[in-house]
């Protein structure tokens, strides 16, 4: 028999992943996580633990006026282990039972965390638990304290915490289909200043990363950030910057988005869509009302994603931002790719490559599947390709309307963005050995 103790930590991974949701799927598909007291077909109750271990926020059924509270909090728990990972959750329990860590155990970890060493990797693991347990219980005051204007006290306190964990691990779920209205998500707070730099702020922090965090909380300390956290923070701020500028005039005069918008509306409401693509899945208007260009651009924003070592999905920032370099270092004729004084590693640049291109043929071949099977226009089946892909559940209204077929590969593609392509390549694939030999070098025209 094949022991576990042979496994791969990309394996192990995996079926950690898939065991999780497959136990989600059971619970949730109980009669007593419904609201109205019947089993959910095991295909919904499936997807939606795969939505939700996987953070991304697609579901078929309403999540606020389908579940029941006992189902709502199955939800929220597979967010927030989904979010962390199953390995760092477990990871604790080992370390307040004062159980040793092996290095099995720490190499799994190490590829979860997508480490390049496992040097400190259980001080980061702690680190991690923190920072998100504090982030997470201060953005549950603050949104309770602002709902308790409009629901009762335990109701408030009840949705600042659950949103505060599905903001803060970038999942998009909400609960706001309790109010009569199924899948409204945040619109009615466009305006709200309160809710929407609390929600902002929990998906750029949950979409940073851990390691940058940790980073910049050591800043005052370390007098210096790593070449990491510099690349991070510079592209998370300029696609932060550009995506609101791009949406601001794309949708200035589009009556049924922005042009009804105050100016102060229309600033919230374009910071606010352009900070949900990265991953996290909420939305302060009605995206199917978007113009297409705008629609179109929110796919590409979705498809980067957010950074590693995150709770968010998509090729990565730092992989967006080293394929940037290599373009920028072939125009000016230079070899290596320098980014703050520093140079990237071959190894990296050829990483970089192979996940965007893996990527980008998955997004392509299912966009192209789902075209065949489901009646759907091509750019709204495209939006949720990505949108899945990226774990960012957004969606222009296709969820719900999906064949059972086009669930299965939709919660495919969450499975696949959750854990990365190459993560799932080097889990499902044959294990290589490495070369003892060099090809002797050739050359062909290129471009």
């Known amino acids: 028999m094949y022991k576990l103790s042979r496994w791969s930590p990309p394996r192990i991974l995996v079926t950690g992943f898939a065991l999780i949701i497959l136990l989600g799927g059971l619970l949730l598909s109980m009669p007593f996580a419904s609201a109205d007291g019947t089993s959910t077909p095991y295909i919904d109750a499936v997807f939606t633990a ?28 597979l967010i927030q282990i989904g979010g962390l990972g199953f390995m760092t959750v477990s990871t604790l329990f080992a370390i307040m039972l004062r159980k040793r860590i092996s290095l099995k155990e720490r190499l799994v970890l190490q590829e979860a965390m997508n480490q390049s060493s496992m040097e400190g990797i259980i001080r980061l693991i702690r680190k991690v638990m923190i920072y998100s347990l504090s982030i997470e219980a201060a953005a549950a005051v603050l949104f309770a304290i602002r709902w308790s204007f409009d629901l009762p006290l335990g109701k408030a306190i009840y949705f600042g915490i659950w949103h505060a964990i599905s903001m803060f691990n970038n999942a998009g779920f909400d609960l706001f289909g309790q109010f009569g209205t199924p899948f409204v998500s945040f619109t009615q707070y466009v305006n709200d200043p309160v809710i929407n730099m609390v929600a902002m702020l929990l998906i750029i922090l949950g979409g940073i990363g851990f390691i940058v965090m940790s980073d910049v909380i050591e800043f005052r300390h370390k007098k210096r950030l790593s070449l990491h956290s510099k690349v991070v923070l510079s592209m998370t701020g300029a696609l932060l910057a550009i995506g ?33 693509p990265r991953t996290a899945g909420p939305n302060t208007v009605d995206l199917s009302q978007l113009r297409q260009a705008t629609q179109f651009f929110i796919v590409i924003l979705m498809f980067i994603g957010a950074s590693p070592g995150s709770t968010g999905g998509g090729i990565k920032t730092t992989t967006f931002a080293t394929l940037i370099g290599a373009v920028i270092a072939m125009i000016r004729g230079k070899e290596d790719i320098v980014m703050f004084n520093m140079r990237l590693g071959r190894e990296r640049i050829f990483k970089a490559l192979t996940i965007t291109l893996l990527s980008l043929a998955l997004v392509i071949f299912v966009t192209m599947l789902l075209s065949t099977t489901e009646d759907q226009a091509f750019l709204k089946i495209l939006f949720e390709t990505t949108s899945a892909f990226g774990t960012v559940g957004l969606s222009l209204g296709v969820t ?44 062909i025209t290129i471009g």
């Open 50 to 77: 795969t939505s939700a271990t996987c953070v991304t926020g697609l579901v078929t059924v309403d999540t606020g006026s389908h579940y029941s509270v006992p189902g709502q909090i199955i939800i929220v728990t």
């Open 244 to 276: 609101t500028i791009v949406i601001f005039v794309f949708e200035f005069t589009n009556e049924h988005t922005l042009g009804a918008l105050g100016w102060d509306g229309k600033i919230w409401a374009s910071f606010f869509q352009s900070v949900a």
């Open 400 to 443: 719900p309307e999906l064949t059972m077929f086009g669930k299965i590969v939709i919660a495919f593609m969450m499975f696949t963005g959750r854990l990365g392509p190459l993560t799932l390549a080097y889990a499902l694939g044959p294990r290589t050995e490495k070369e003892l030999f060099r090809y002797p070098e050739g050359k």
